[in-house]
């Protein structure tokens, strides 16, 4: 009996507003502990809200990225629950009426294109962090992140692998950094997420019980979380080795295995209700308007732009796509160059590759793209050989360092002068006379070993197609024994 | 033509507030006459007091109230009740001002305290438009309804204070651009209604009528509607705005708990008293999931209805007069007391309507026409 699984995400992404969604107080993150703070994100008595209209801009730029509906009159209302990380013991949330409602995001996943339905996106405010310190067996409240403006993007149950969520992840999040939304960065928590999910049989119309993991922070540990809650429902069903209940789970990404943290039929009752100090707001055309016209280009569309102009293959443009700051720099380096494949090619094997190693967020990558582009001139006119380029883009990524600089310093222009090559390829040939003999026997490979040892000899600037042509020749004219 | 005054040469203009204990003040303690806020001091002047001390007033000293202004008269202060020689309850603030200890006070109307305490000694409270007055830095309890208002030996005075308070302020959200106007005209010709629902008030009527104002009698069947409303709004607010109070970040904390459930728990158990705690248990019950539609979303409906009917009976009237309580004097508060008189205070407080209180009347008027109430109250405080 074949299974199905059904997902629904709920991420949190922090705005990206210099200041809380409330009060004047900074939301920018790396602040000393408490000092982002003043007596209203404090929950001290007799400060009021006023809501940050950046925030409203921000939710309806998300609203109309995600084809949501948007709300023309806005509204917040109160959560109500106790924990010290909520000065106020409540939370302003929107909950009768979010700002956006029944959009949908498009993902491409092995099999078909996919289009998943977002339920709503509704704009709140974040609680503080409490650190626990285990030696003194005490816990202290950090404020600075109370009241930083949040949205919250719930998707229809639309979603059926691990796979399906990562791409739908991975494009909501690039929607997100293209309009400038959110910073939506998983190590530090401006994206985070909630998976619910279920099992049913195929077909059946039985009624499967859901589970939700909260605040998942990392895409590795969301597809993890999912094989390993998936595969549980499934035996739970198919073998009975345990009843599923309605529940919240954690998710233990050392040990590999989800745990129970609380019931649902037991959890709070959070009473929400309007807040009478936030006057509902009227979203009239005009505001609609401004926001539209200031709508950037989707990543669909920019991949879309890029197989029309370049004939660059779909997988290769997502990749280019998949945040701005790369999109950008390729548009920017193609430009320069007039080589837009050899462009793309350096940006996903060799650009992607030192990011890997260095552990760089591909949105922080910047380097001059007039640099990079030289760089990939200088190759591409044979100055400097490929494996010389790529490290003169380690270089430049480390460093800045400009690559013409790096050729120069480091000795890499190709040597042209055949004469000093020829003389190169016939010590090679006398000092491999054995390797020489094999490939002439008819052992094809070794020929590779005499390039190697020709270019080795050469230091790396050897013009390849130059070495090759004289090589050929040398062999050709050796004695015949 | 205002004449530019600069901050070192404002001087006292000879006029003193008080302020009560749910307005902060930079420098005193701040209460709410709750053990929870015990040794609370603000960290800035609400704006209300800040346009005071702009003004040259002096702010003197602050006022006890009932915690969080909930109750009738203030029986409900952690730090003690005040009472008169007779052993009647008095408001502190309308009791300092009457003794004049202080030209005027400021008090926050959440639950009729300040309309009751003037209407049942020598002096008058205006309760001003809601919105009119920014509430930035009044202790919140409910939202919806409170406003701060002023208490002064004279209408013309409250007035007065009541000009220099009022007025948009940013740093509040539900302040309104528009604003009112205080001053106290000629009473002929003012139409006074009066509801057969809560009886009459022979005295006044006849006042007004000798001054030219023309009273009719109605019906204003919506008020033990509005009453029960009142009620499931404030408490639903008092249980909201009181969570707060929970022995974290300031106030009192319990010496002794566990784990945080008790720290909450001992807390918030030691602190409130018995008024606040049954309004907040009642406030969360009218908001929880099972009897949110069937009570909150209802009084919401009862808010919107008493706003329309009172709005519509504004069409045909200047100013609606009612008690401001059922009897001269308490002393002992309850619940019980609490919730029969809050008949006469509610239809103000759910609407947000101006009202003006003293010599055990009440006075409403539409939003932003103080000056027909201040107009009705002049002439009874030359009277009654």
Same mark, same amino acid.
């Given at each position: 009996?074949?299974?199905?699984?059904?997902?629904?995400?709920?991420?949190?992404?922090?705005?990206?507003?210099?200041?809380?969604?409330?009060?004047?107080?900074?939301?920018?993150?790396?602040?000393?502990?408490?000092?982002?703070?003043?007596?209203?994100?404090?929950?001290?008595?007799?400060?009021?809200?006023?809501?940050?209209?950046?925030?409203?801009?921000?939710?309806?730029?998300?609203?109309?990225?995600?084809?949501?509906?948007?709300?023309?009159?806005?509204?917040?209302?109160?959560?109500?629950?106790?924990?010290?990380?909520?000065?106020?013991?409540?939370?302003?949330?929107?909950?009768?009426?979010?700002?956006?409602?029944?959009?949908?995001?498009?993902?491409?996943?092995?099999?078909?294109?996919?289009?998943?339905?977002?339920?709503?996106?509704?704009?709140?405010?974040?609680?503080?962090?409490?650190?626990?310190?285990?030696?003194?067996?005490?816990?202290?409240?950090?404020?600075?992140?109370?009241?930083?403006?949040?949205?919250?993007?719930?998707?229809?149950?639309?979603?059926?692998?691990?796979?399906?969520?990562?791409?739908?992840?991975?494009?909501?999040?690039?929607?997100?950094?293209?309009?400038?939304?959110?910073?939506?960065?998983?190590?530090?928590?401006?994206?985070?997420?909630?998976?619910?999910? #279920?099992?049913?049989?195929?077909?059946?119309?039985?009624?499967?019980?859901?589970?939700?993991?909260?605040?998942?922070?990392?895409?590795?540990?969301?597809?993890?979380?999912?094989?390993?809650?998936?595969?549980?429902?499934?035996?739970?069903?198919?073998?009975?080795?345990?009843?599923?209940?309605?529940?919240?789970?954690?998710?233990?990404?050392?040990?590999?295995?989800?745990?129970?943290?609380?019931?649902?039929?037991?959890?709070?009752?959070?009473?929400?209700?309007?807040?009478?100090?936030?006057?509902?707001?009227?979203?009239?055309?005009?505001?609609?308007?401004?926001?539209?016209?200031?709508?950037?280009?989707?990543?669909?569309?920019?991949?879309?732009?890029?197989?029309?102009?370049?004939?660059?293959?779909?997988?290769?443009?997502?990749?280019?796509?998949?945040?701005?700051?790369?999109?950008?720099?390729?548009?920017?380096?193609?430009?320069?160059?007039?080589?837009?494949?050899?462009?793309?090619?350096?940006?996903?094997?060799?650009?992607?590759?030192?990011?890997?190693?260095?552990?760089?967020?591909?949105?922080?990558?910047?380097? #001059?793209?007039?640099?990079?582009?030289?760089?990939?001139?200088?190759?591409?006119?044979?100055?400097?050989?490929?494996?010389?380029?790529?490290?003169?883009?380690?270089?430049?990524?480390?460093?800045?360092?400009?690559?013409?600089?790096?050729?120069?310093?480091?000795?890499?222009?190709?040597?042209?002068?055949?004469?000093?090559?020829?003389?190169?390829?016939?010590?090679?040939?006398?000092?491999?006379?054995?390797?020489?003999?094999?490939?002439?026997?008819?052992?094809?490979?070794?020929?590779?070993?005499?390039?190697?040892?020709?270019?080795?000899?050469?230091?790396?600037?050897?013009?390849?197609?130059?070495?090759?042509?004289?090589?050929?020749?040398?062999?050709?004219?050796?004695?015949?024994? | 033509?205002?004449?530019?005054?600069?901050?070192?040469?404002?001087?006292?203009?000879?006029?003193?507030?008080?302020?009560?204990?749910?307005?902060? /003040?930079?420098?005193?303690?701040?209460?709410?006459?709750?053990?929870?806020?015990?040794?609370?001091?603000?960290?800035?002047?609400?704006?209300?007091?800040?346009?005071?001390?702009?003004?040259?007033? /002096?702010?003197?000293?602050?006022?006890?109230?009932?915690?969080?202004?909930?109750?009738?008269?203030?029986?409900?202060?952690?730090?003690?009740?005040?009472?008169?020689?007779?052993?009647?309850?008095?408001?502190?603030?309308?009791?300092?001002?009457?003794?004049?200890?202080?030209?005027?006070?400021?008090?926050?109307? /959440?639950?009729?305290?300040? +309309?009751?305490?003037?209407?049942?000694?020598?002096?008058?409270?205006?309760?001003?438009?809601?919105?009119?007055?920014? +509430?930035?830095?009044?202790?919140?309890?409910?939202?919806?309804?409170?406003?701060?208002?002023?208490?002064?030996?004279?209408?013309?005075?409250?007035?007065?204070?009541?000009?220099?308070?009022?007025?948009?302020?940013?740093?509040?959200?539900?302040?309104?651009?528009?604003?009112?106007?205080?001053?106290?005209?000629?009473?002929?010709?003012?139409?006074?209604?009066?509801?057969?629902?809560?009886?009459?008030?022979?005295?006044?009527?006849?006042?007004?009528?000798?001054?030219?104002?023309?009273? +009719?009698?109605?019906?204003?069947?919506?008020?033990?509607? /509005?009453?029960?409303?009142?009620?499931?709004?404030?408490?639903?607010?008092?249980?909201?705005?009181?969570?707060?109070?929970?022995?974290?970040?300031?106030?009192?904390?319990?010496?002794?708990?566990?784990?945080?459930?008790?720290?909450?728990?001992?807390?918030?158990?030691?602190?409130?008293?018995?008024?606040?705690?049954?309004?907040?248990?009642?406030?969360?019950?009218?908001?929880?999931?099972?009897?949110?539609?069937?009570?909150?979303?209802?009084?919401?409906?009862?808010?919107?209805?008493?706003?329309?009917?009172?709005?519509?009976?504004?069409?045909?009237?200047?100013?609606?007069?009612?008690?401001?309580?059922?009897?001269?004097?308490?002393?002992?508060?309850?619940?019980?007391?609490?919730?029969?008189?809050?008949?006469?205070?509610?239809?103000?407080?759910?609407?947000?309507?101006?009202?003006?209180?003293?010599?055990?009347?009440?006075?409403?008027?539409?939003?932003?026409?103080?000056?027909?109430?201040?107009?009705?109250?002049?002439?009874?405080?030359?009277?009654?």
């Amino acid at each position: 009996m074949a299974f199905e699984i059904v997902i629904g995400l709920e991420v949190h992404a922090e705005l990206a507003t210099r200041s809380k969604i409330f009060c004047s107080c900074s939301s920018e993150r790396g602040a000393e502990q408490n000092r982002s703070v003043c007596p209203a994100c404090a929950g001290m008595p007799g400060m009021l809200p006023v809501i940050n209209r950046k925030v409203i801009d921000l939710a309806m730029t998300a609203g109309m990225l995600l084809n949501c509906q948007i709300n023309r009159v806005i509204s917040f209302d109160k959560k109500n629950y106790y924990y010290p990380d909520l000065p106020n013991a409540y939370q302003i949330t929107q909950w009768f009426s979010p700002i956006c409602r029944d959009g949908f995001i498009n993902i491409d996943t092995q099999d078909e294109p996919r289009k998943i339905g977002i339920k709503q996106i509704h704009m709140e405010e974040d609680a503080g962090k409490l650190i626990h310190d285990s030696v003194t067996g005490t816990s202290l409240v950090d404020f600075n992140r109370t009241s930083v403006p949040l949205i919250e993007i719930v998707s229809q149950p639309d979603l059926r692998s691990a796979g399906e969520v990562t791409a739908y992840l991975h494009r909501l999040r690039a929607l997100l950094r293209y309009g400038g939304i959110s910073q939506a960065r998983w190590e530090e928590g401006s994206i985070r997420c909630d998976v619910n999910i #279920s099992v049913r049989r195929e077909g059946a119309d039985e009624k499967s019980v859901r589970t939700e993991m909260k605040n998942m922070n990392s895409l590795s540990a969301i597809e993890r979380a999912i094989e390993y809650e998936s595969t549980r429902h499934i035996e739970a069903i198919e073998y009975g080795t345990e009843r599923l209940i309605q529940e919240t789970r954690g998710w233990d990404d050392a040990q590999g295995c989800s745990f129970s943290m609380r019931h649902k039929e037991t959890a709070a009752d959070y009473r929400y209700f309007p807040d009478p100090n936030l006057m509902p707001i009227r979203i009239d055309e005009n505001w609609i308007k401004r926001i539209q016209s200031a709508l950037p280009e989707t990543p669909e569309l920019r991949a879309g732009r890029y197989i029309q102009a370049y004939a660059l293959s779909k997988p290769d443009c997502e990749l280019l796509v998949s945040s701005p700051a790369i999109a950008d720099l390729f548009e920017a380096v193609a430009e320069k160059t007039g080589l837009p494949r050899e462009t793309a090619a350096w940006i996903i094997s060799d650009l992607f590759r030192i990011a890997r190693r260095l552990k760089t967020n591909l949105d922080d990558i910047s380097i #001059s793209s007039e640099k990079f582009a030289d760089l990939i001139i200088m190759v591409a006119n044979n100055e400097i050989n490929r494996a010389a380029g790529r490290k003169a883009l380690d270089m430049l990524f480390e460093h800045g360092t400009d690559p013409r600089d790096f050729a120069r310093d480091n000795n890499l222009a190709i040597n042209k002068d055949t004469g000093d090559m020829e003389q190169v390829v016939r010590q090679i040939l006398r000092d491999h006379a054995d390797i020489v003999s094999d490939y002439v026997g008819g052992r094809v490979k070794a020929r590779q070993a005499l390039v190697g040892a020709v270019m080795r000899a050469l230091k790396g600037k050897g013009d390849p197609a130059i070495v090759n042509h004289i090589l050929d020749d040398a062999i050709a004219k050796l004695p015949s024994e | 033509m205002a004449e530019y005054i600069t901050q070192a040469e404002i001087i006292s203009n000879g006029r003193t507030a008080v302020v009560d204990d749910t307005i902060l /003040v930079t420098g005193m303690p701040a209460t709410a006459g709750s053990k929870a806020l015990e040794n609370f001091k603000p960290l800035f002047d609400a704006e209300a007091v800040a346009r005071l001390k702009a003004n040259g007033y /002096v702010i003197s000293g602050k006022a006890n109230v009932g915690e969080f202004a909930l109750d009738i008269l203030g029986e409900t202060s952690y730090y003690g009740a005040v009472t008169d020689a007779d052993g009647c309850l008095a408001g502190a603030a309308s009791s300092l001002v009457a003794a004049g200890k202080a030209d005027c006070a400021l008090c926050l109307d /959440v639950n009729g305290a300040p +309309r009751r305490a003037a209407a049942l000694s020598e002096t008058v409270f205006i309760k001003p438009t809601y919105g009119t007055v920014s +509430r930035h830095g009044a202790i919140p309890c409910v939202c919806s309804a409170e406003q701060i208002g002023v208490a002064a030996r004279s209408v013309a005075h409250a007035a007065d204070t009541l000009g220099v308070i009022a007025g948009f302020d940013q740093k509040d959200g539900t302040c309104i651009h528009e604003s009112a106007c205080y001053h106290i005209t000629n009473a002929e010709g003012l139409r006074v209604f009066t509801a057969d629902e809560l009886g009459s008030q022979k005295k006044a009527e006849d006042a007004l009528t000798a001054a030219g104002a023309r009273i +009719r009698r109605g019906s204003f069947a919506i008020a033990e509607a /509005v009453r029960s409303a009142w009620h499931v709004l404030l408490c639903a607010e008092v249980c909201n705005n009181l969570s707060r109070y929970d022995g974290v970040k300031y106030g009192y904390r319990a010496p002794v708990y566990t784990n945080i459930d008790e720290l909450y728990t001992n807390s918030r158990s030691q602190t409130l008293g018995i008024t606040a705690k049954s309004m907040i248990l009642y406030g969360s019950d009218v908001l929880s999931k099972d009897r949110y539609t069937q009570c909150y979303e209802k009084a919401l409906r009862i808010r919107r209805l008493a706003h329309e009917t009172l709005t519509k009976l504004f069409s045909e009237y200047d100013v609606f007069l009612l008690p401001a309580c059922s009897v001269p004097s308490y002393k002992n508060g309850s619940l019980e007391l609490l919730y029969r008189e809050s008949l006469f205070t509610a239809p103000a407080s759910i609407t947000g309507f101006p009202a003006v209180a003293l010599r055990g009347v009440q006075l409403i008027a539409a939003p932003l026409m103080e000056t027909k109430a201040l107009t009705a109250a002049a002439v009874l405080e030359g009277v009654i």
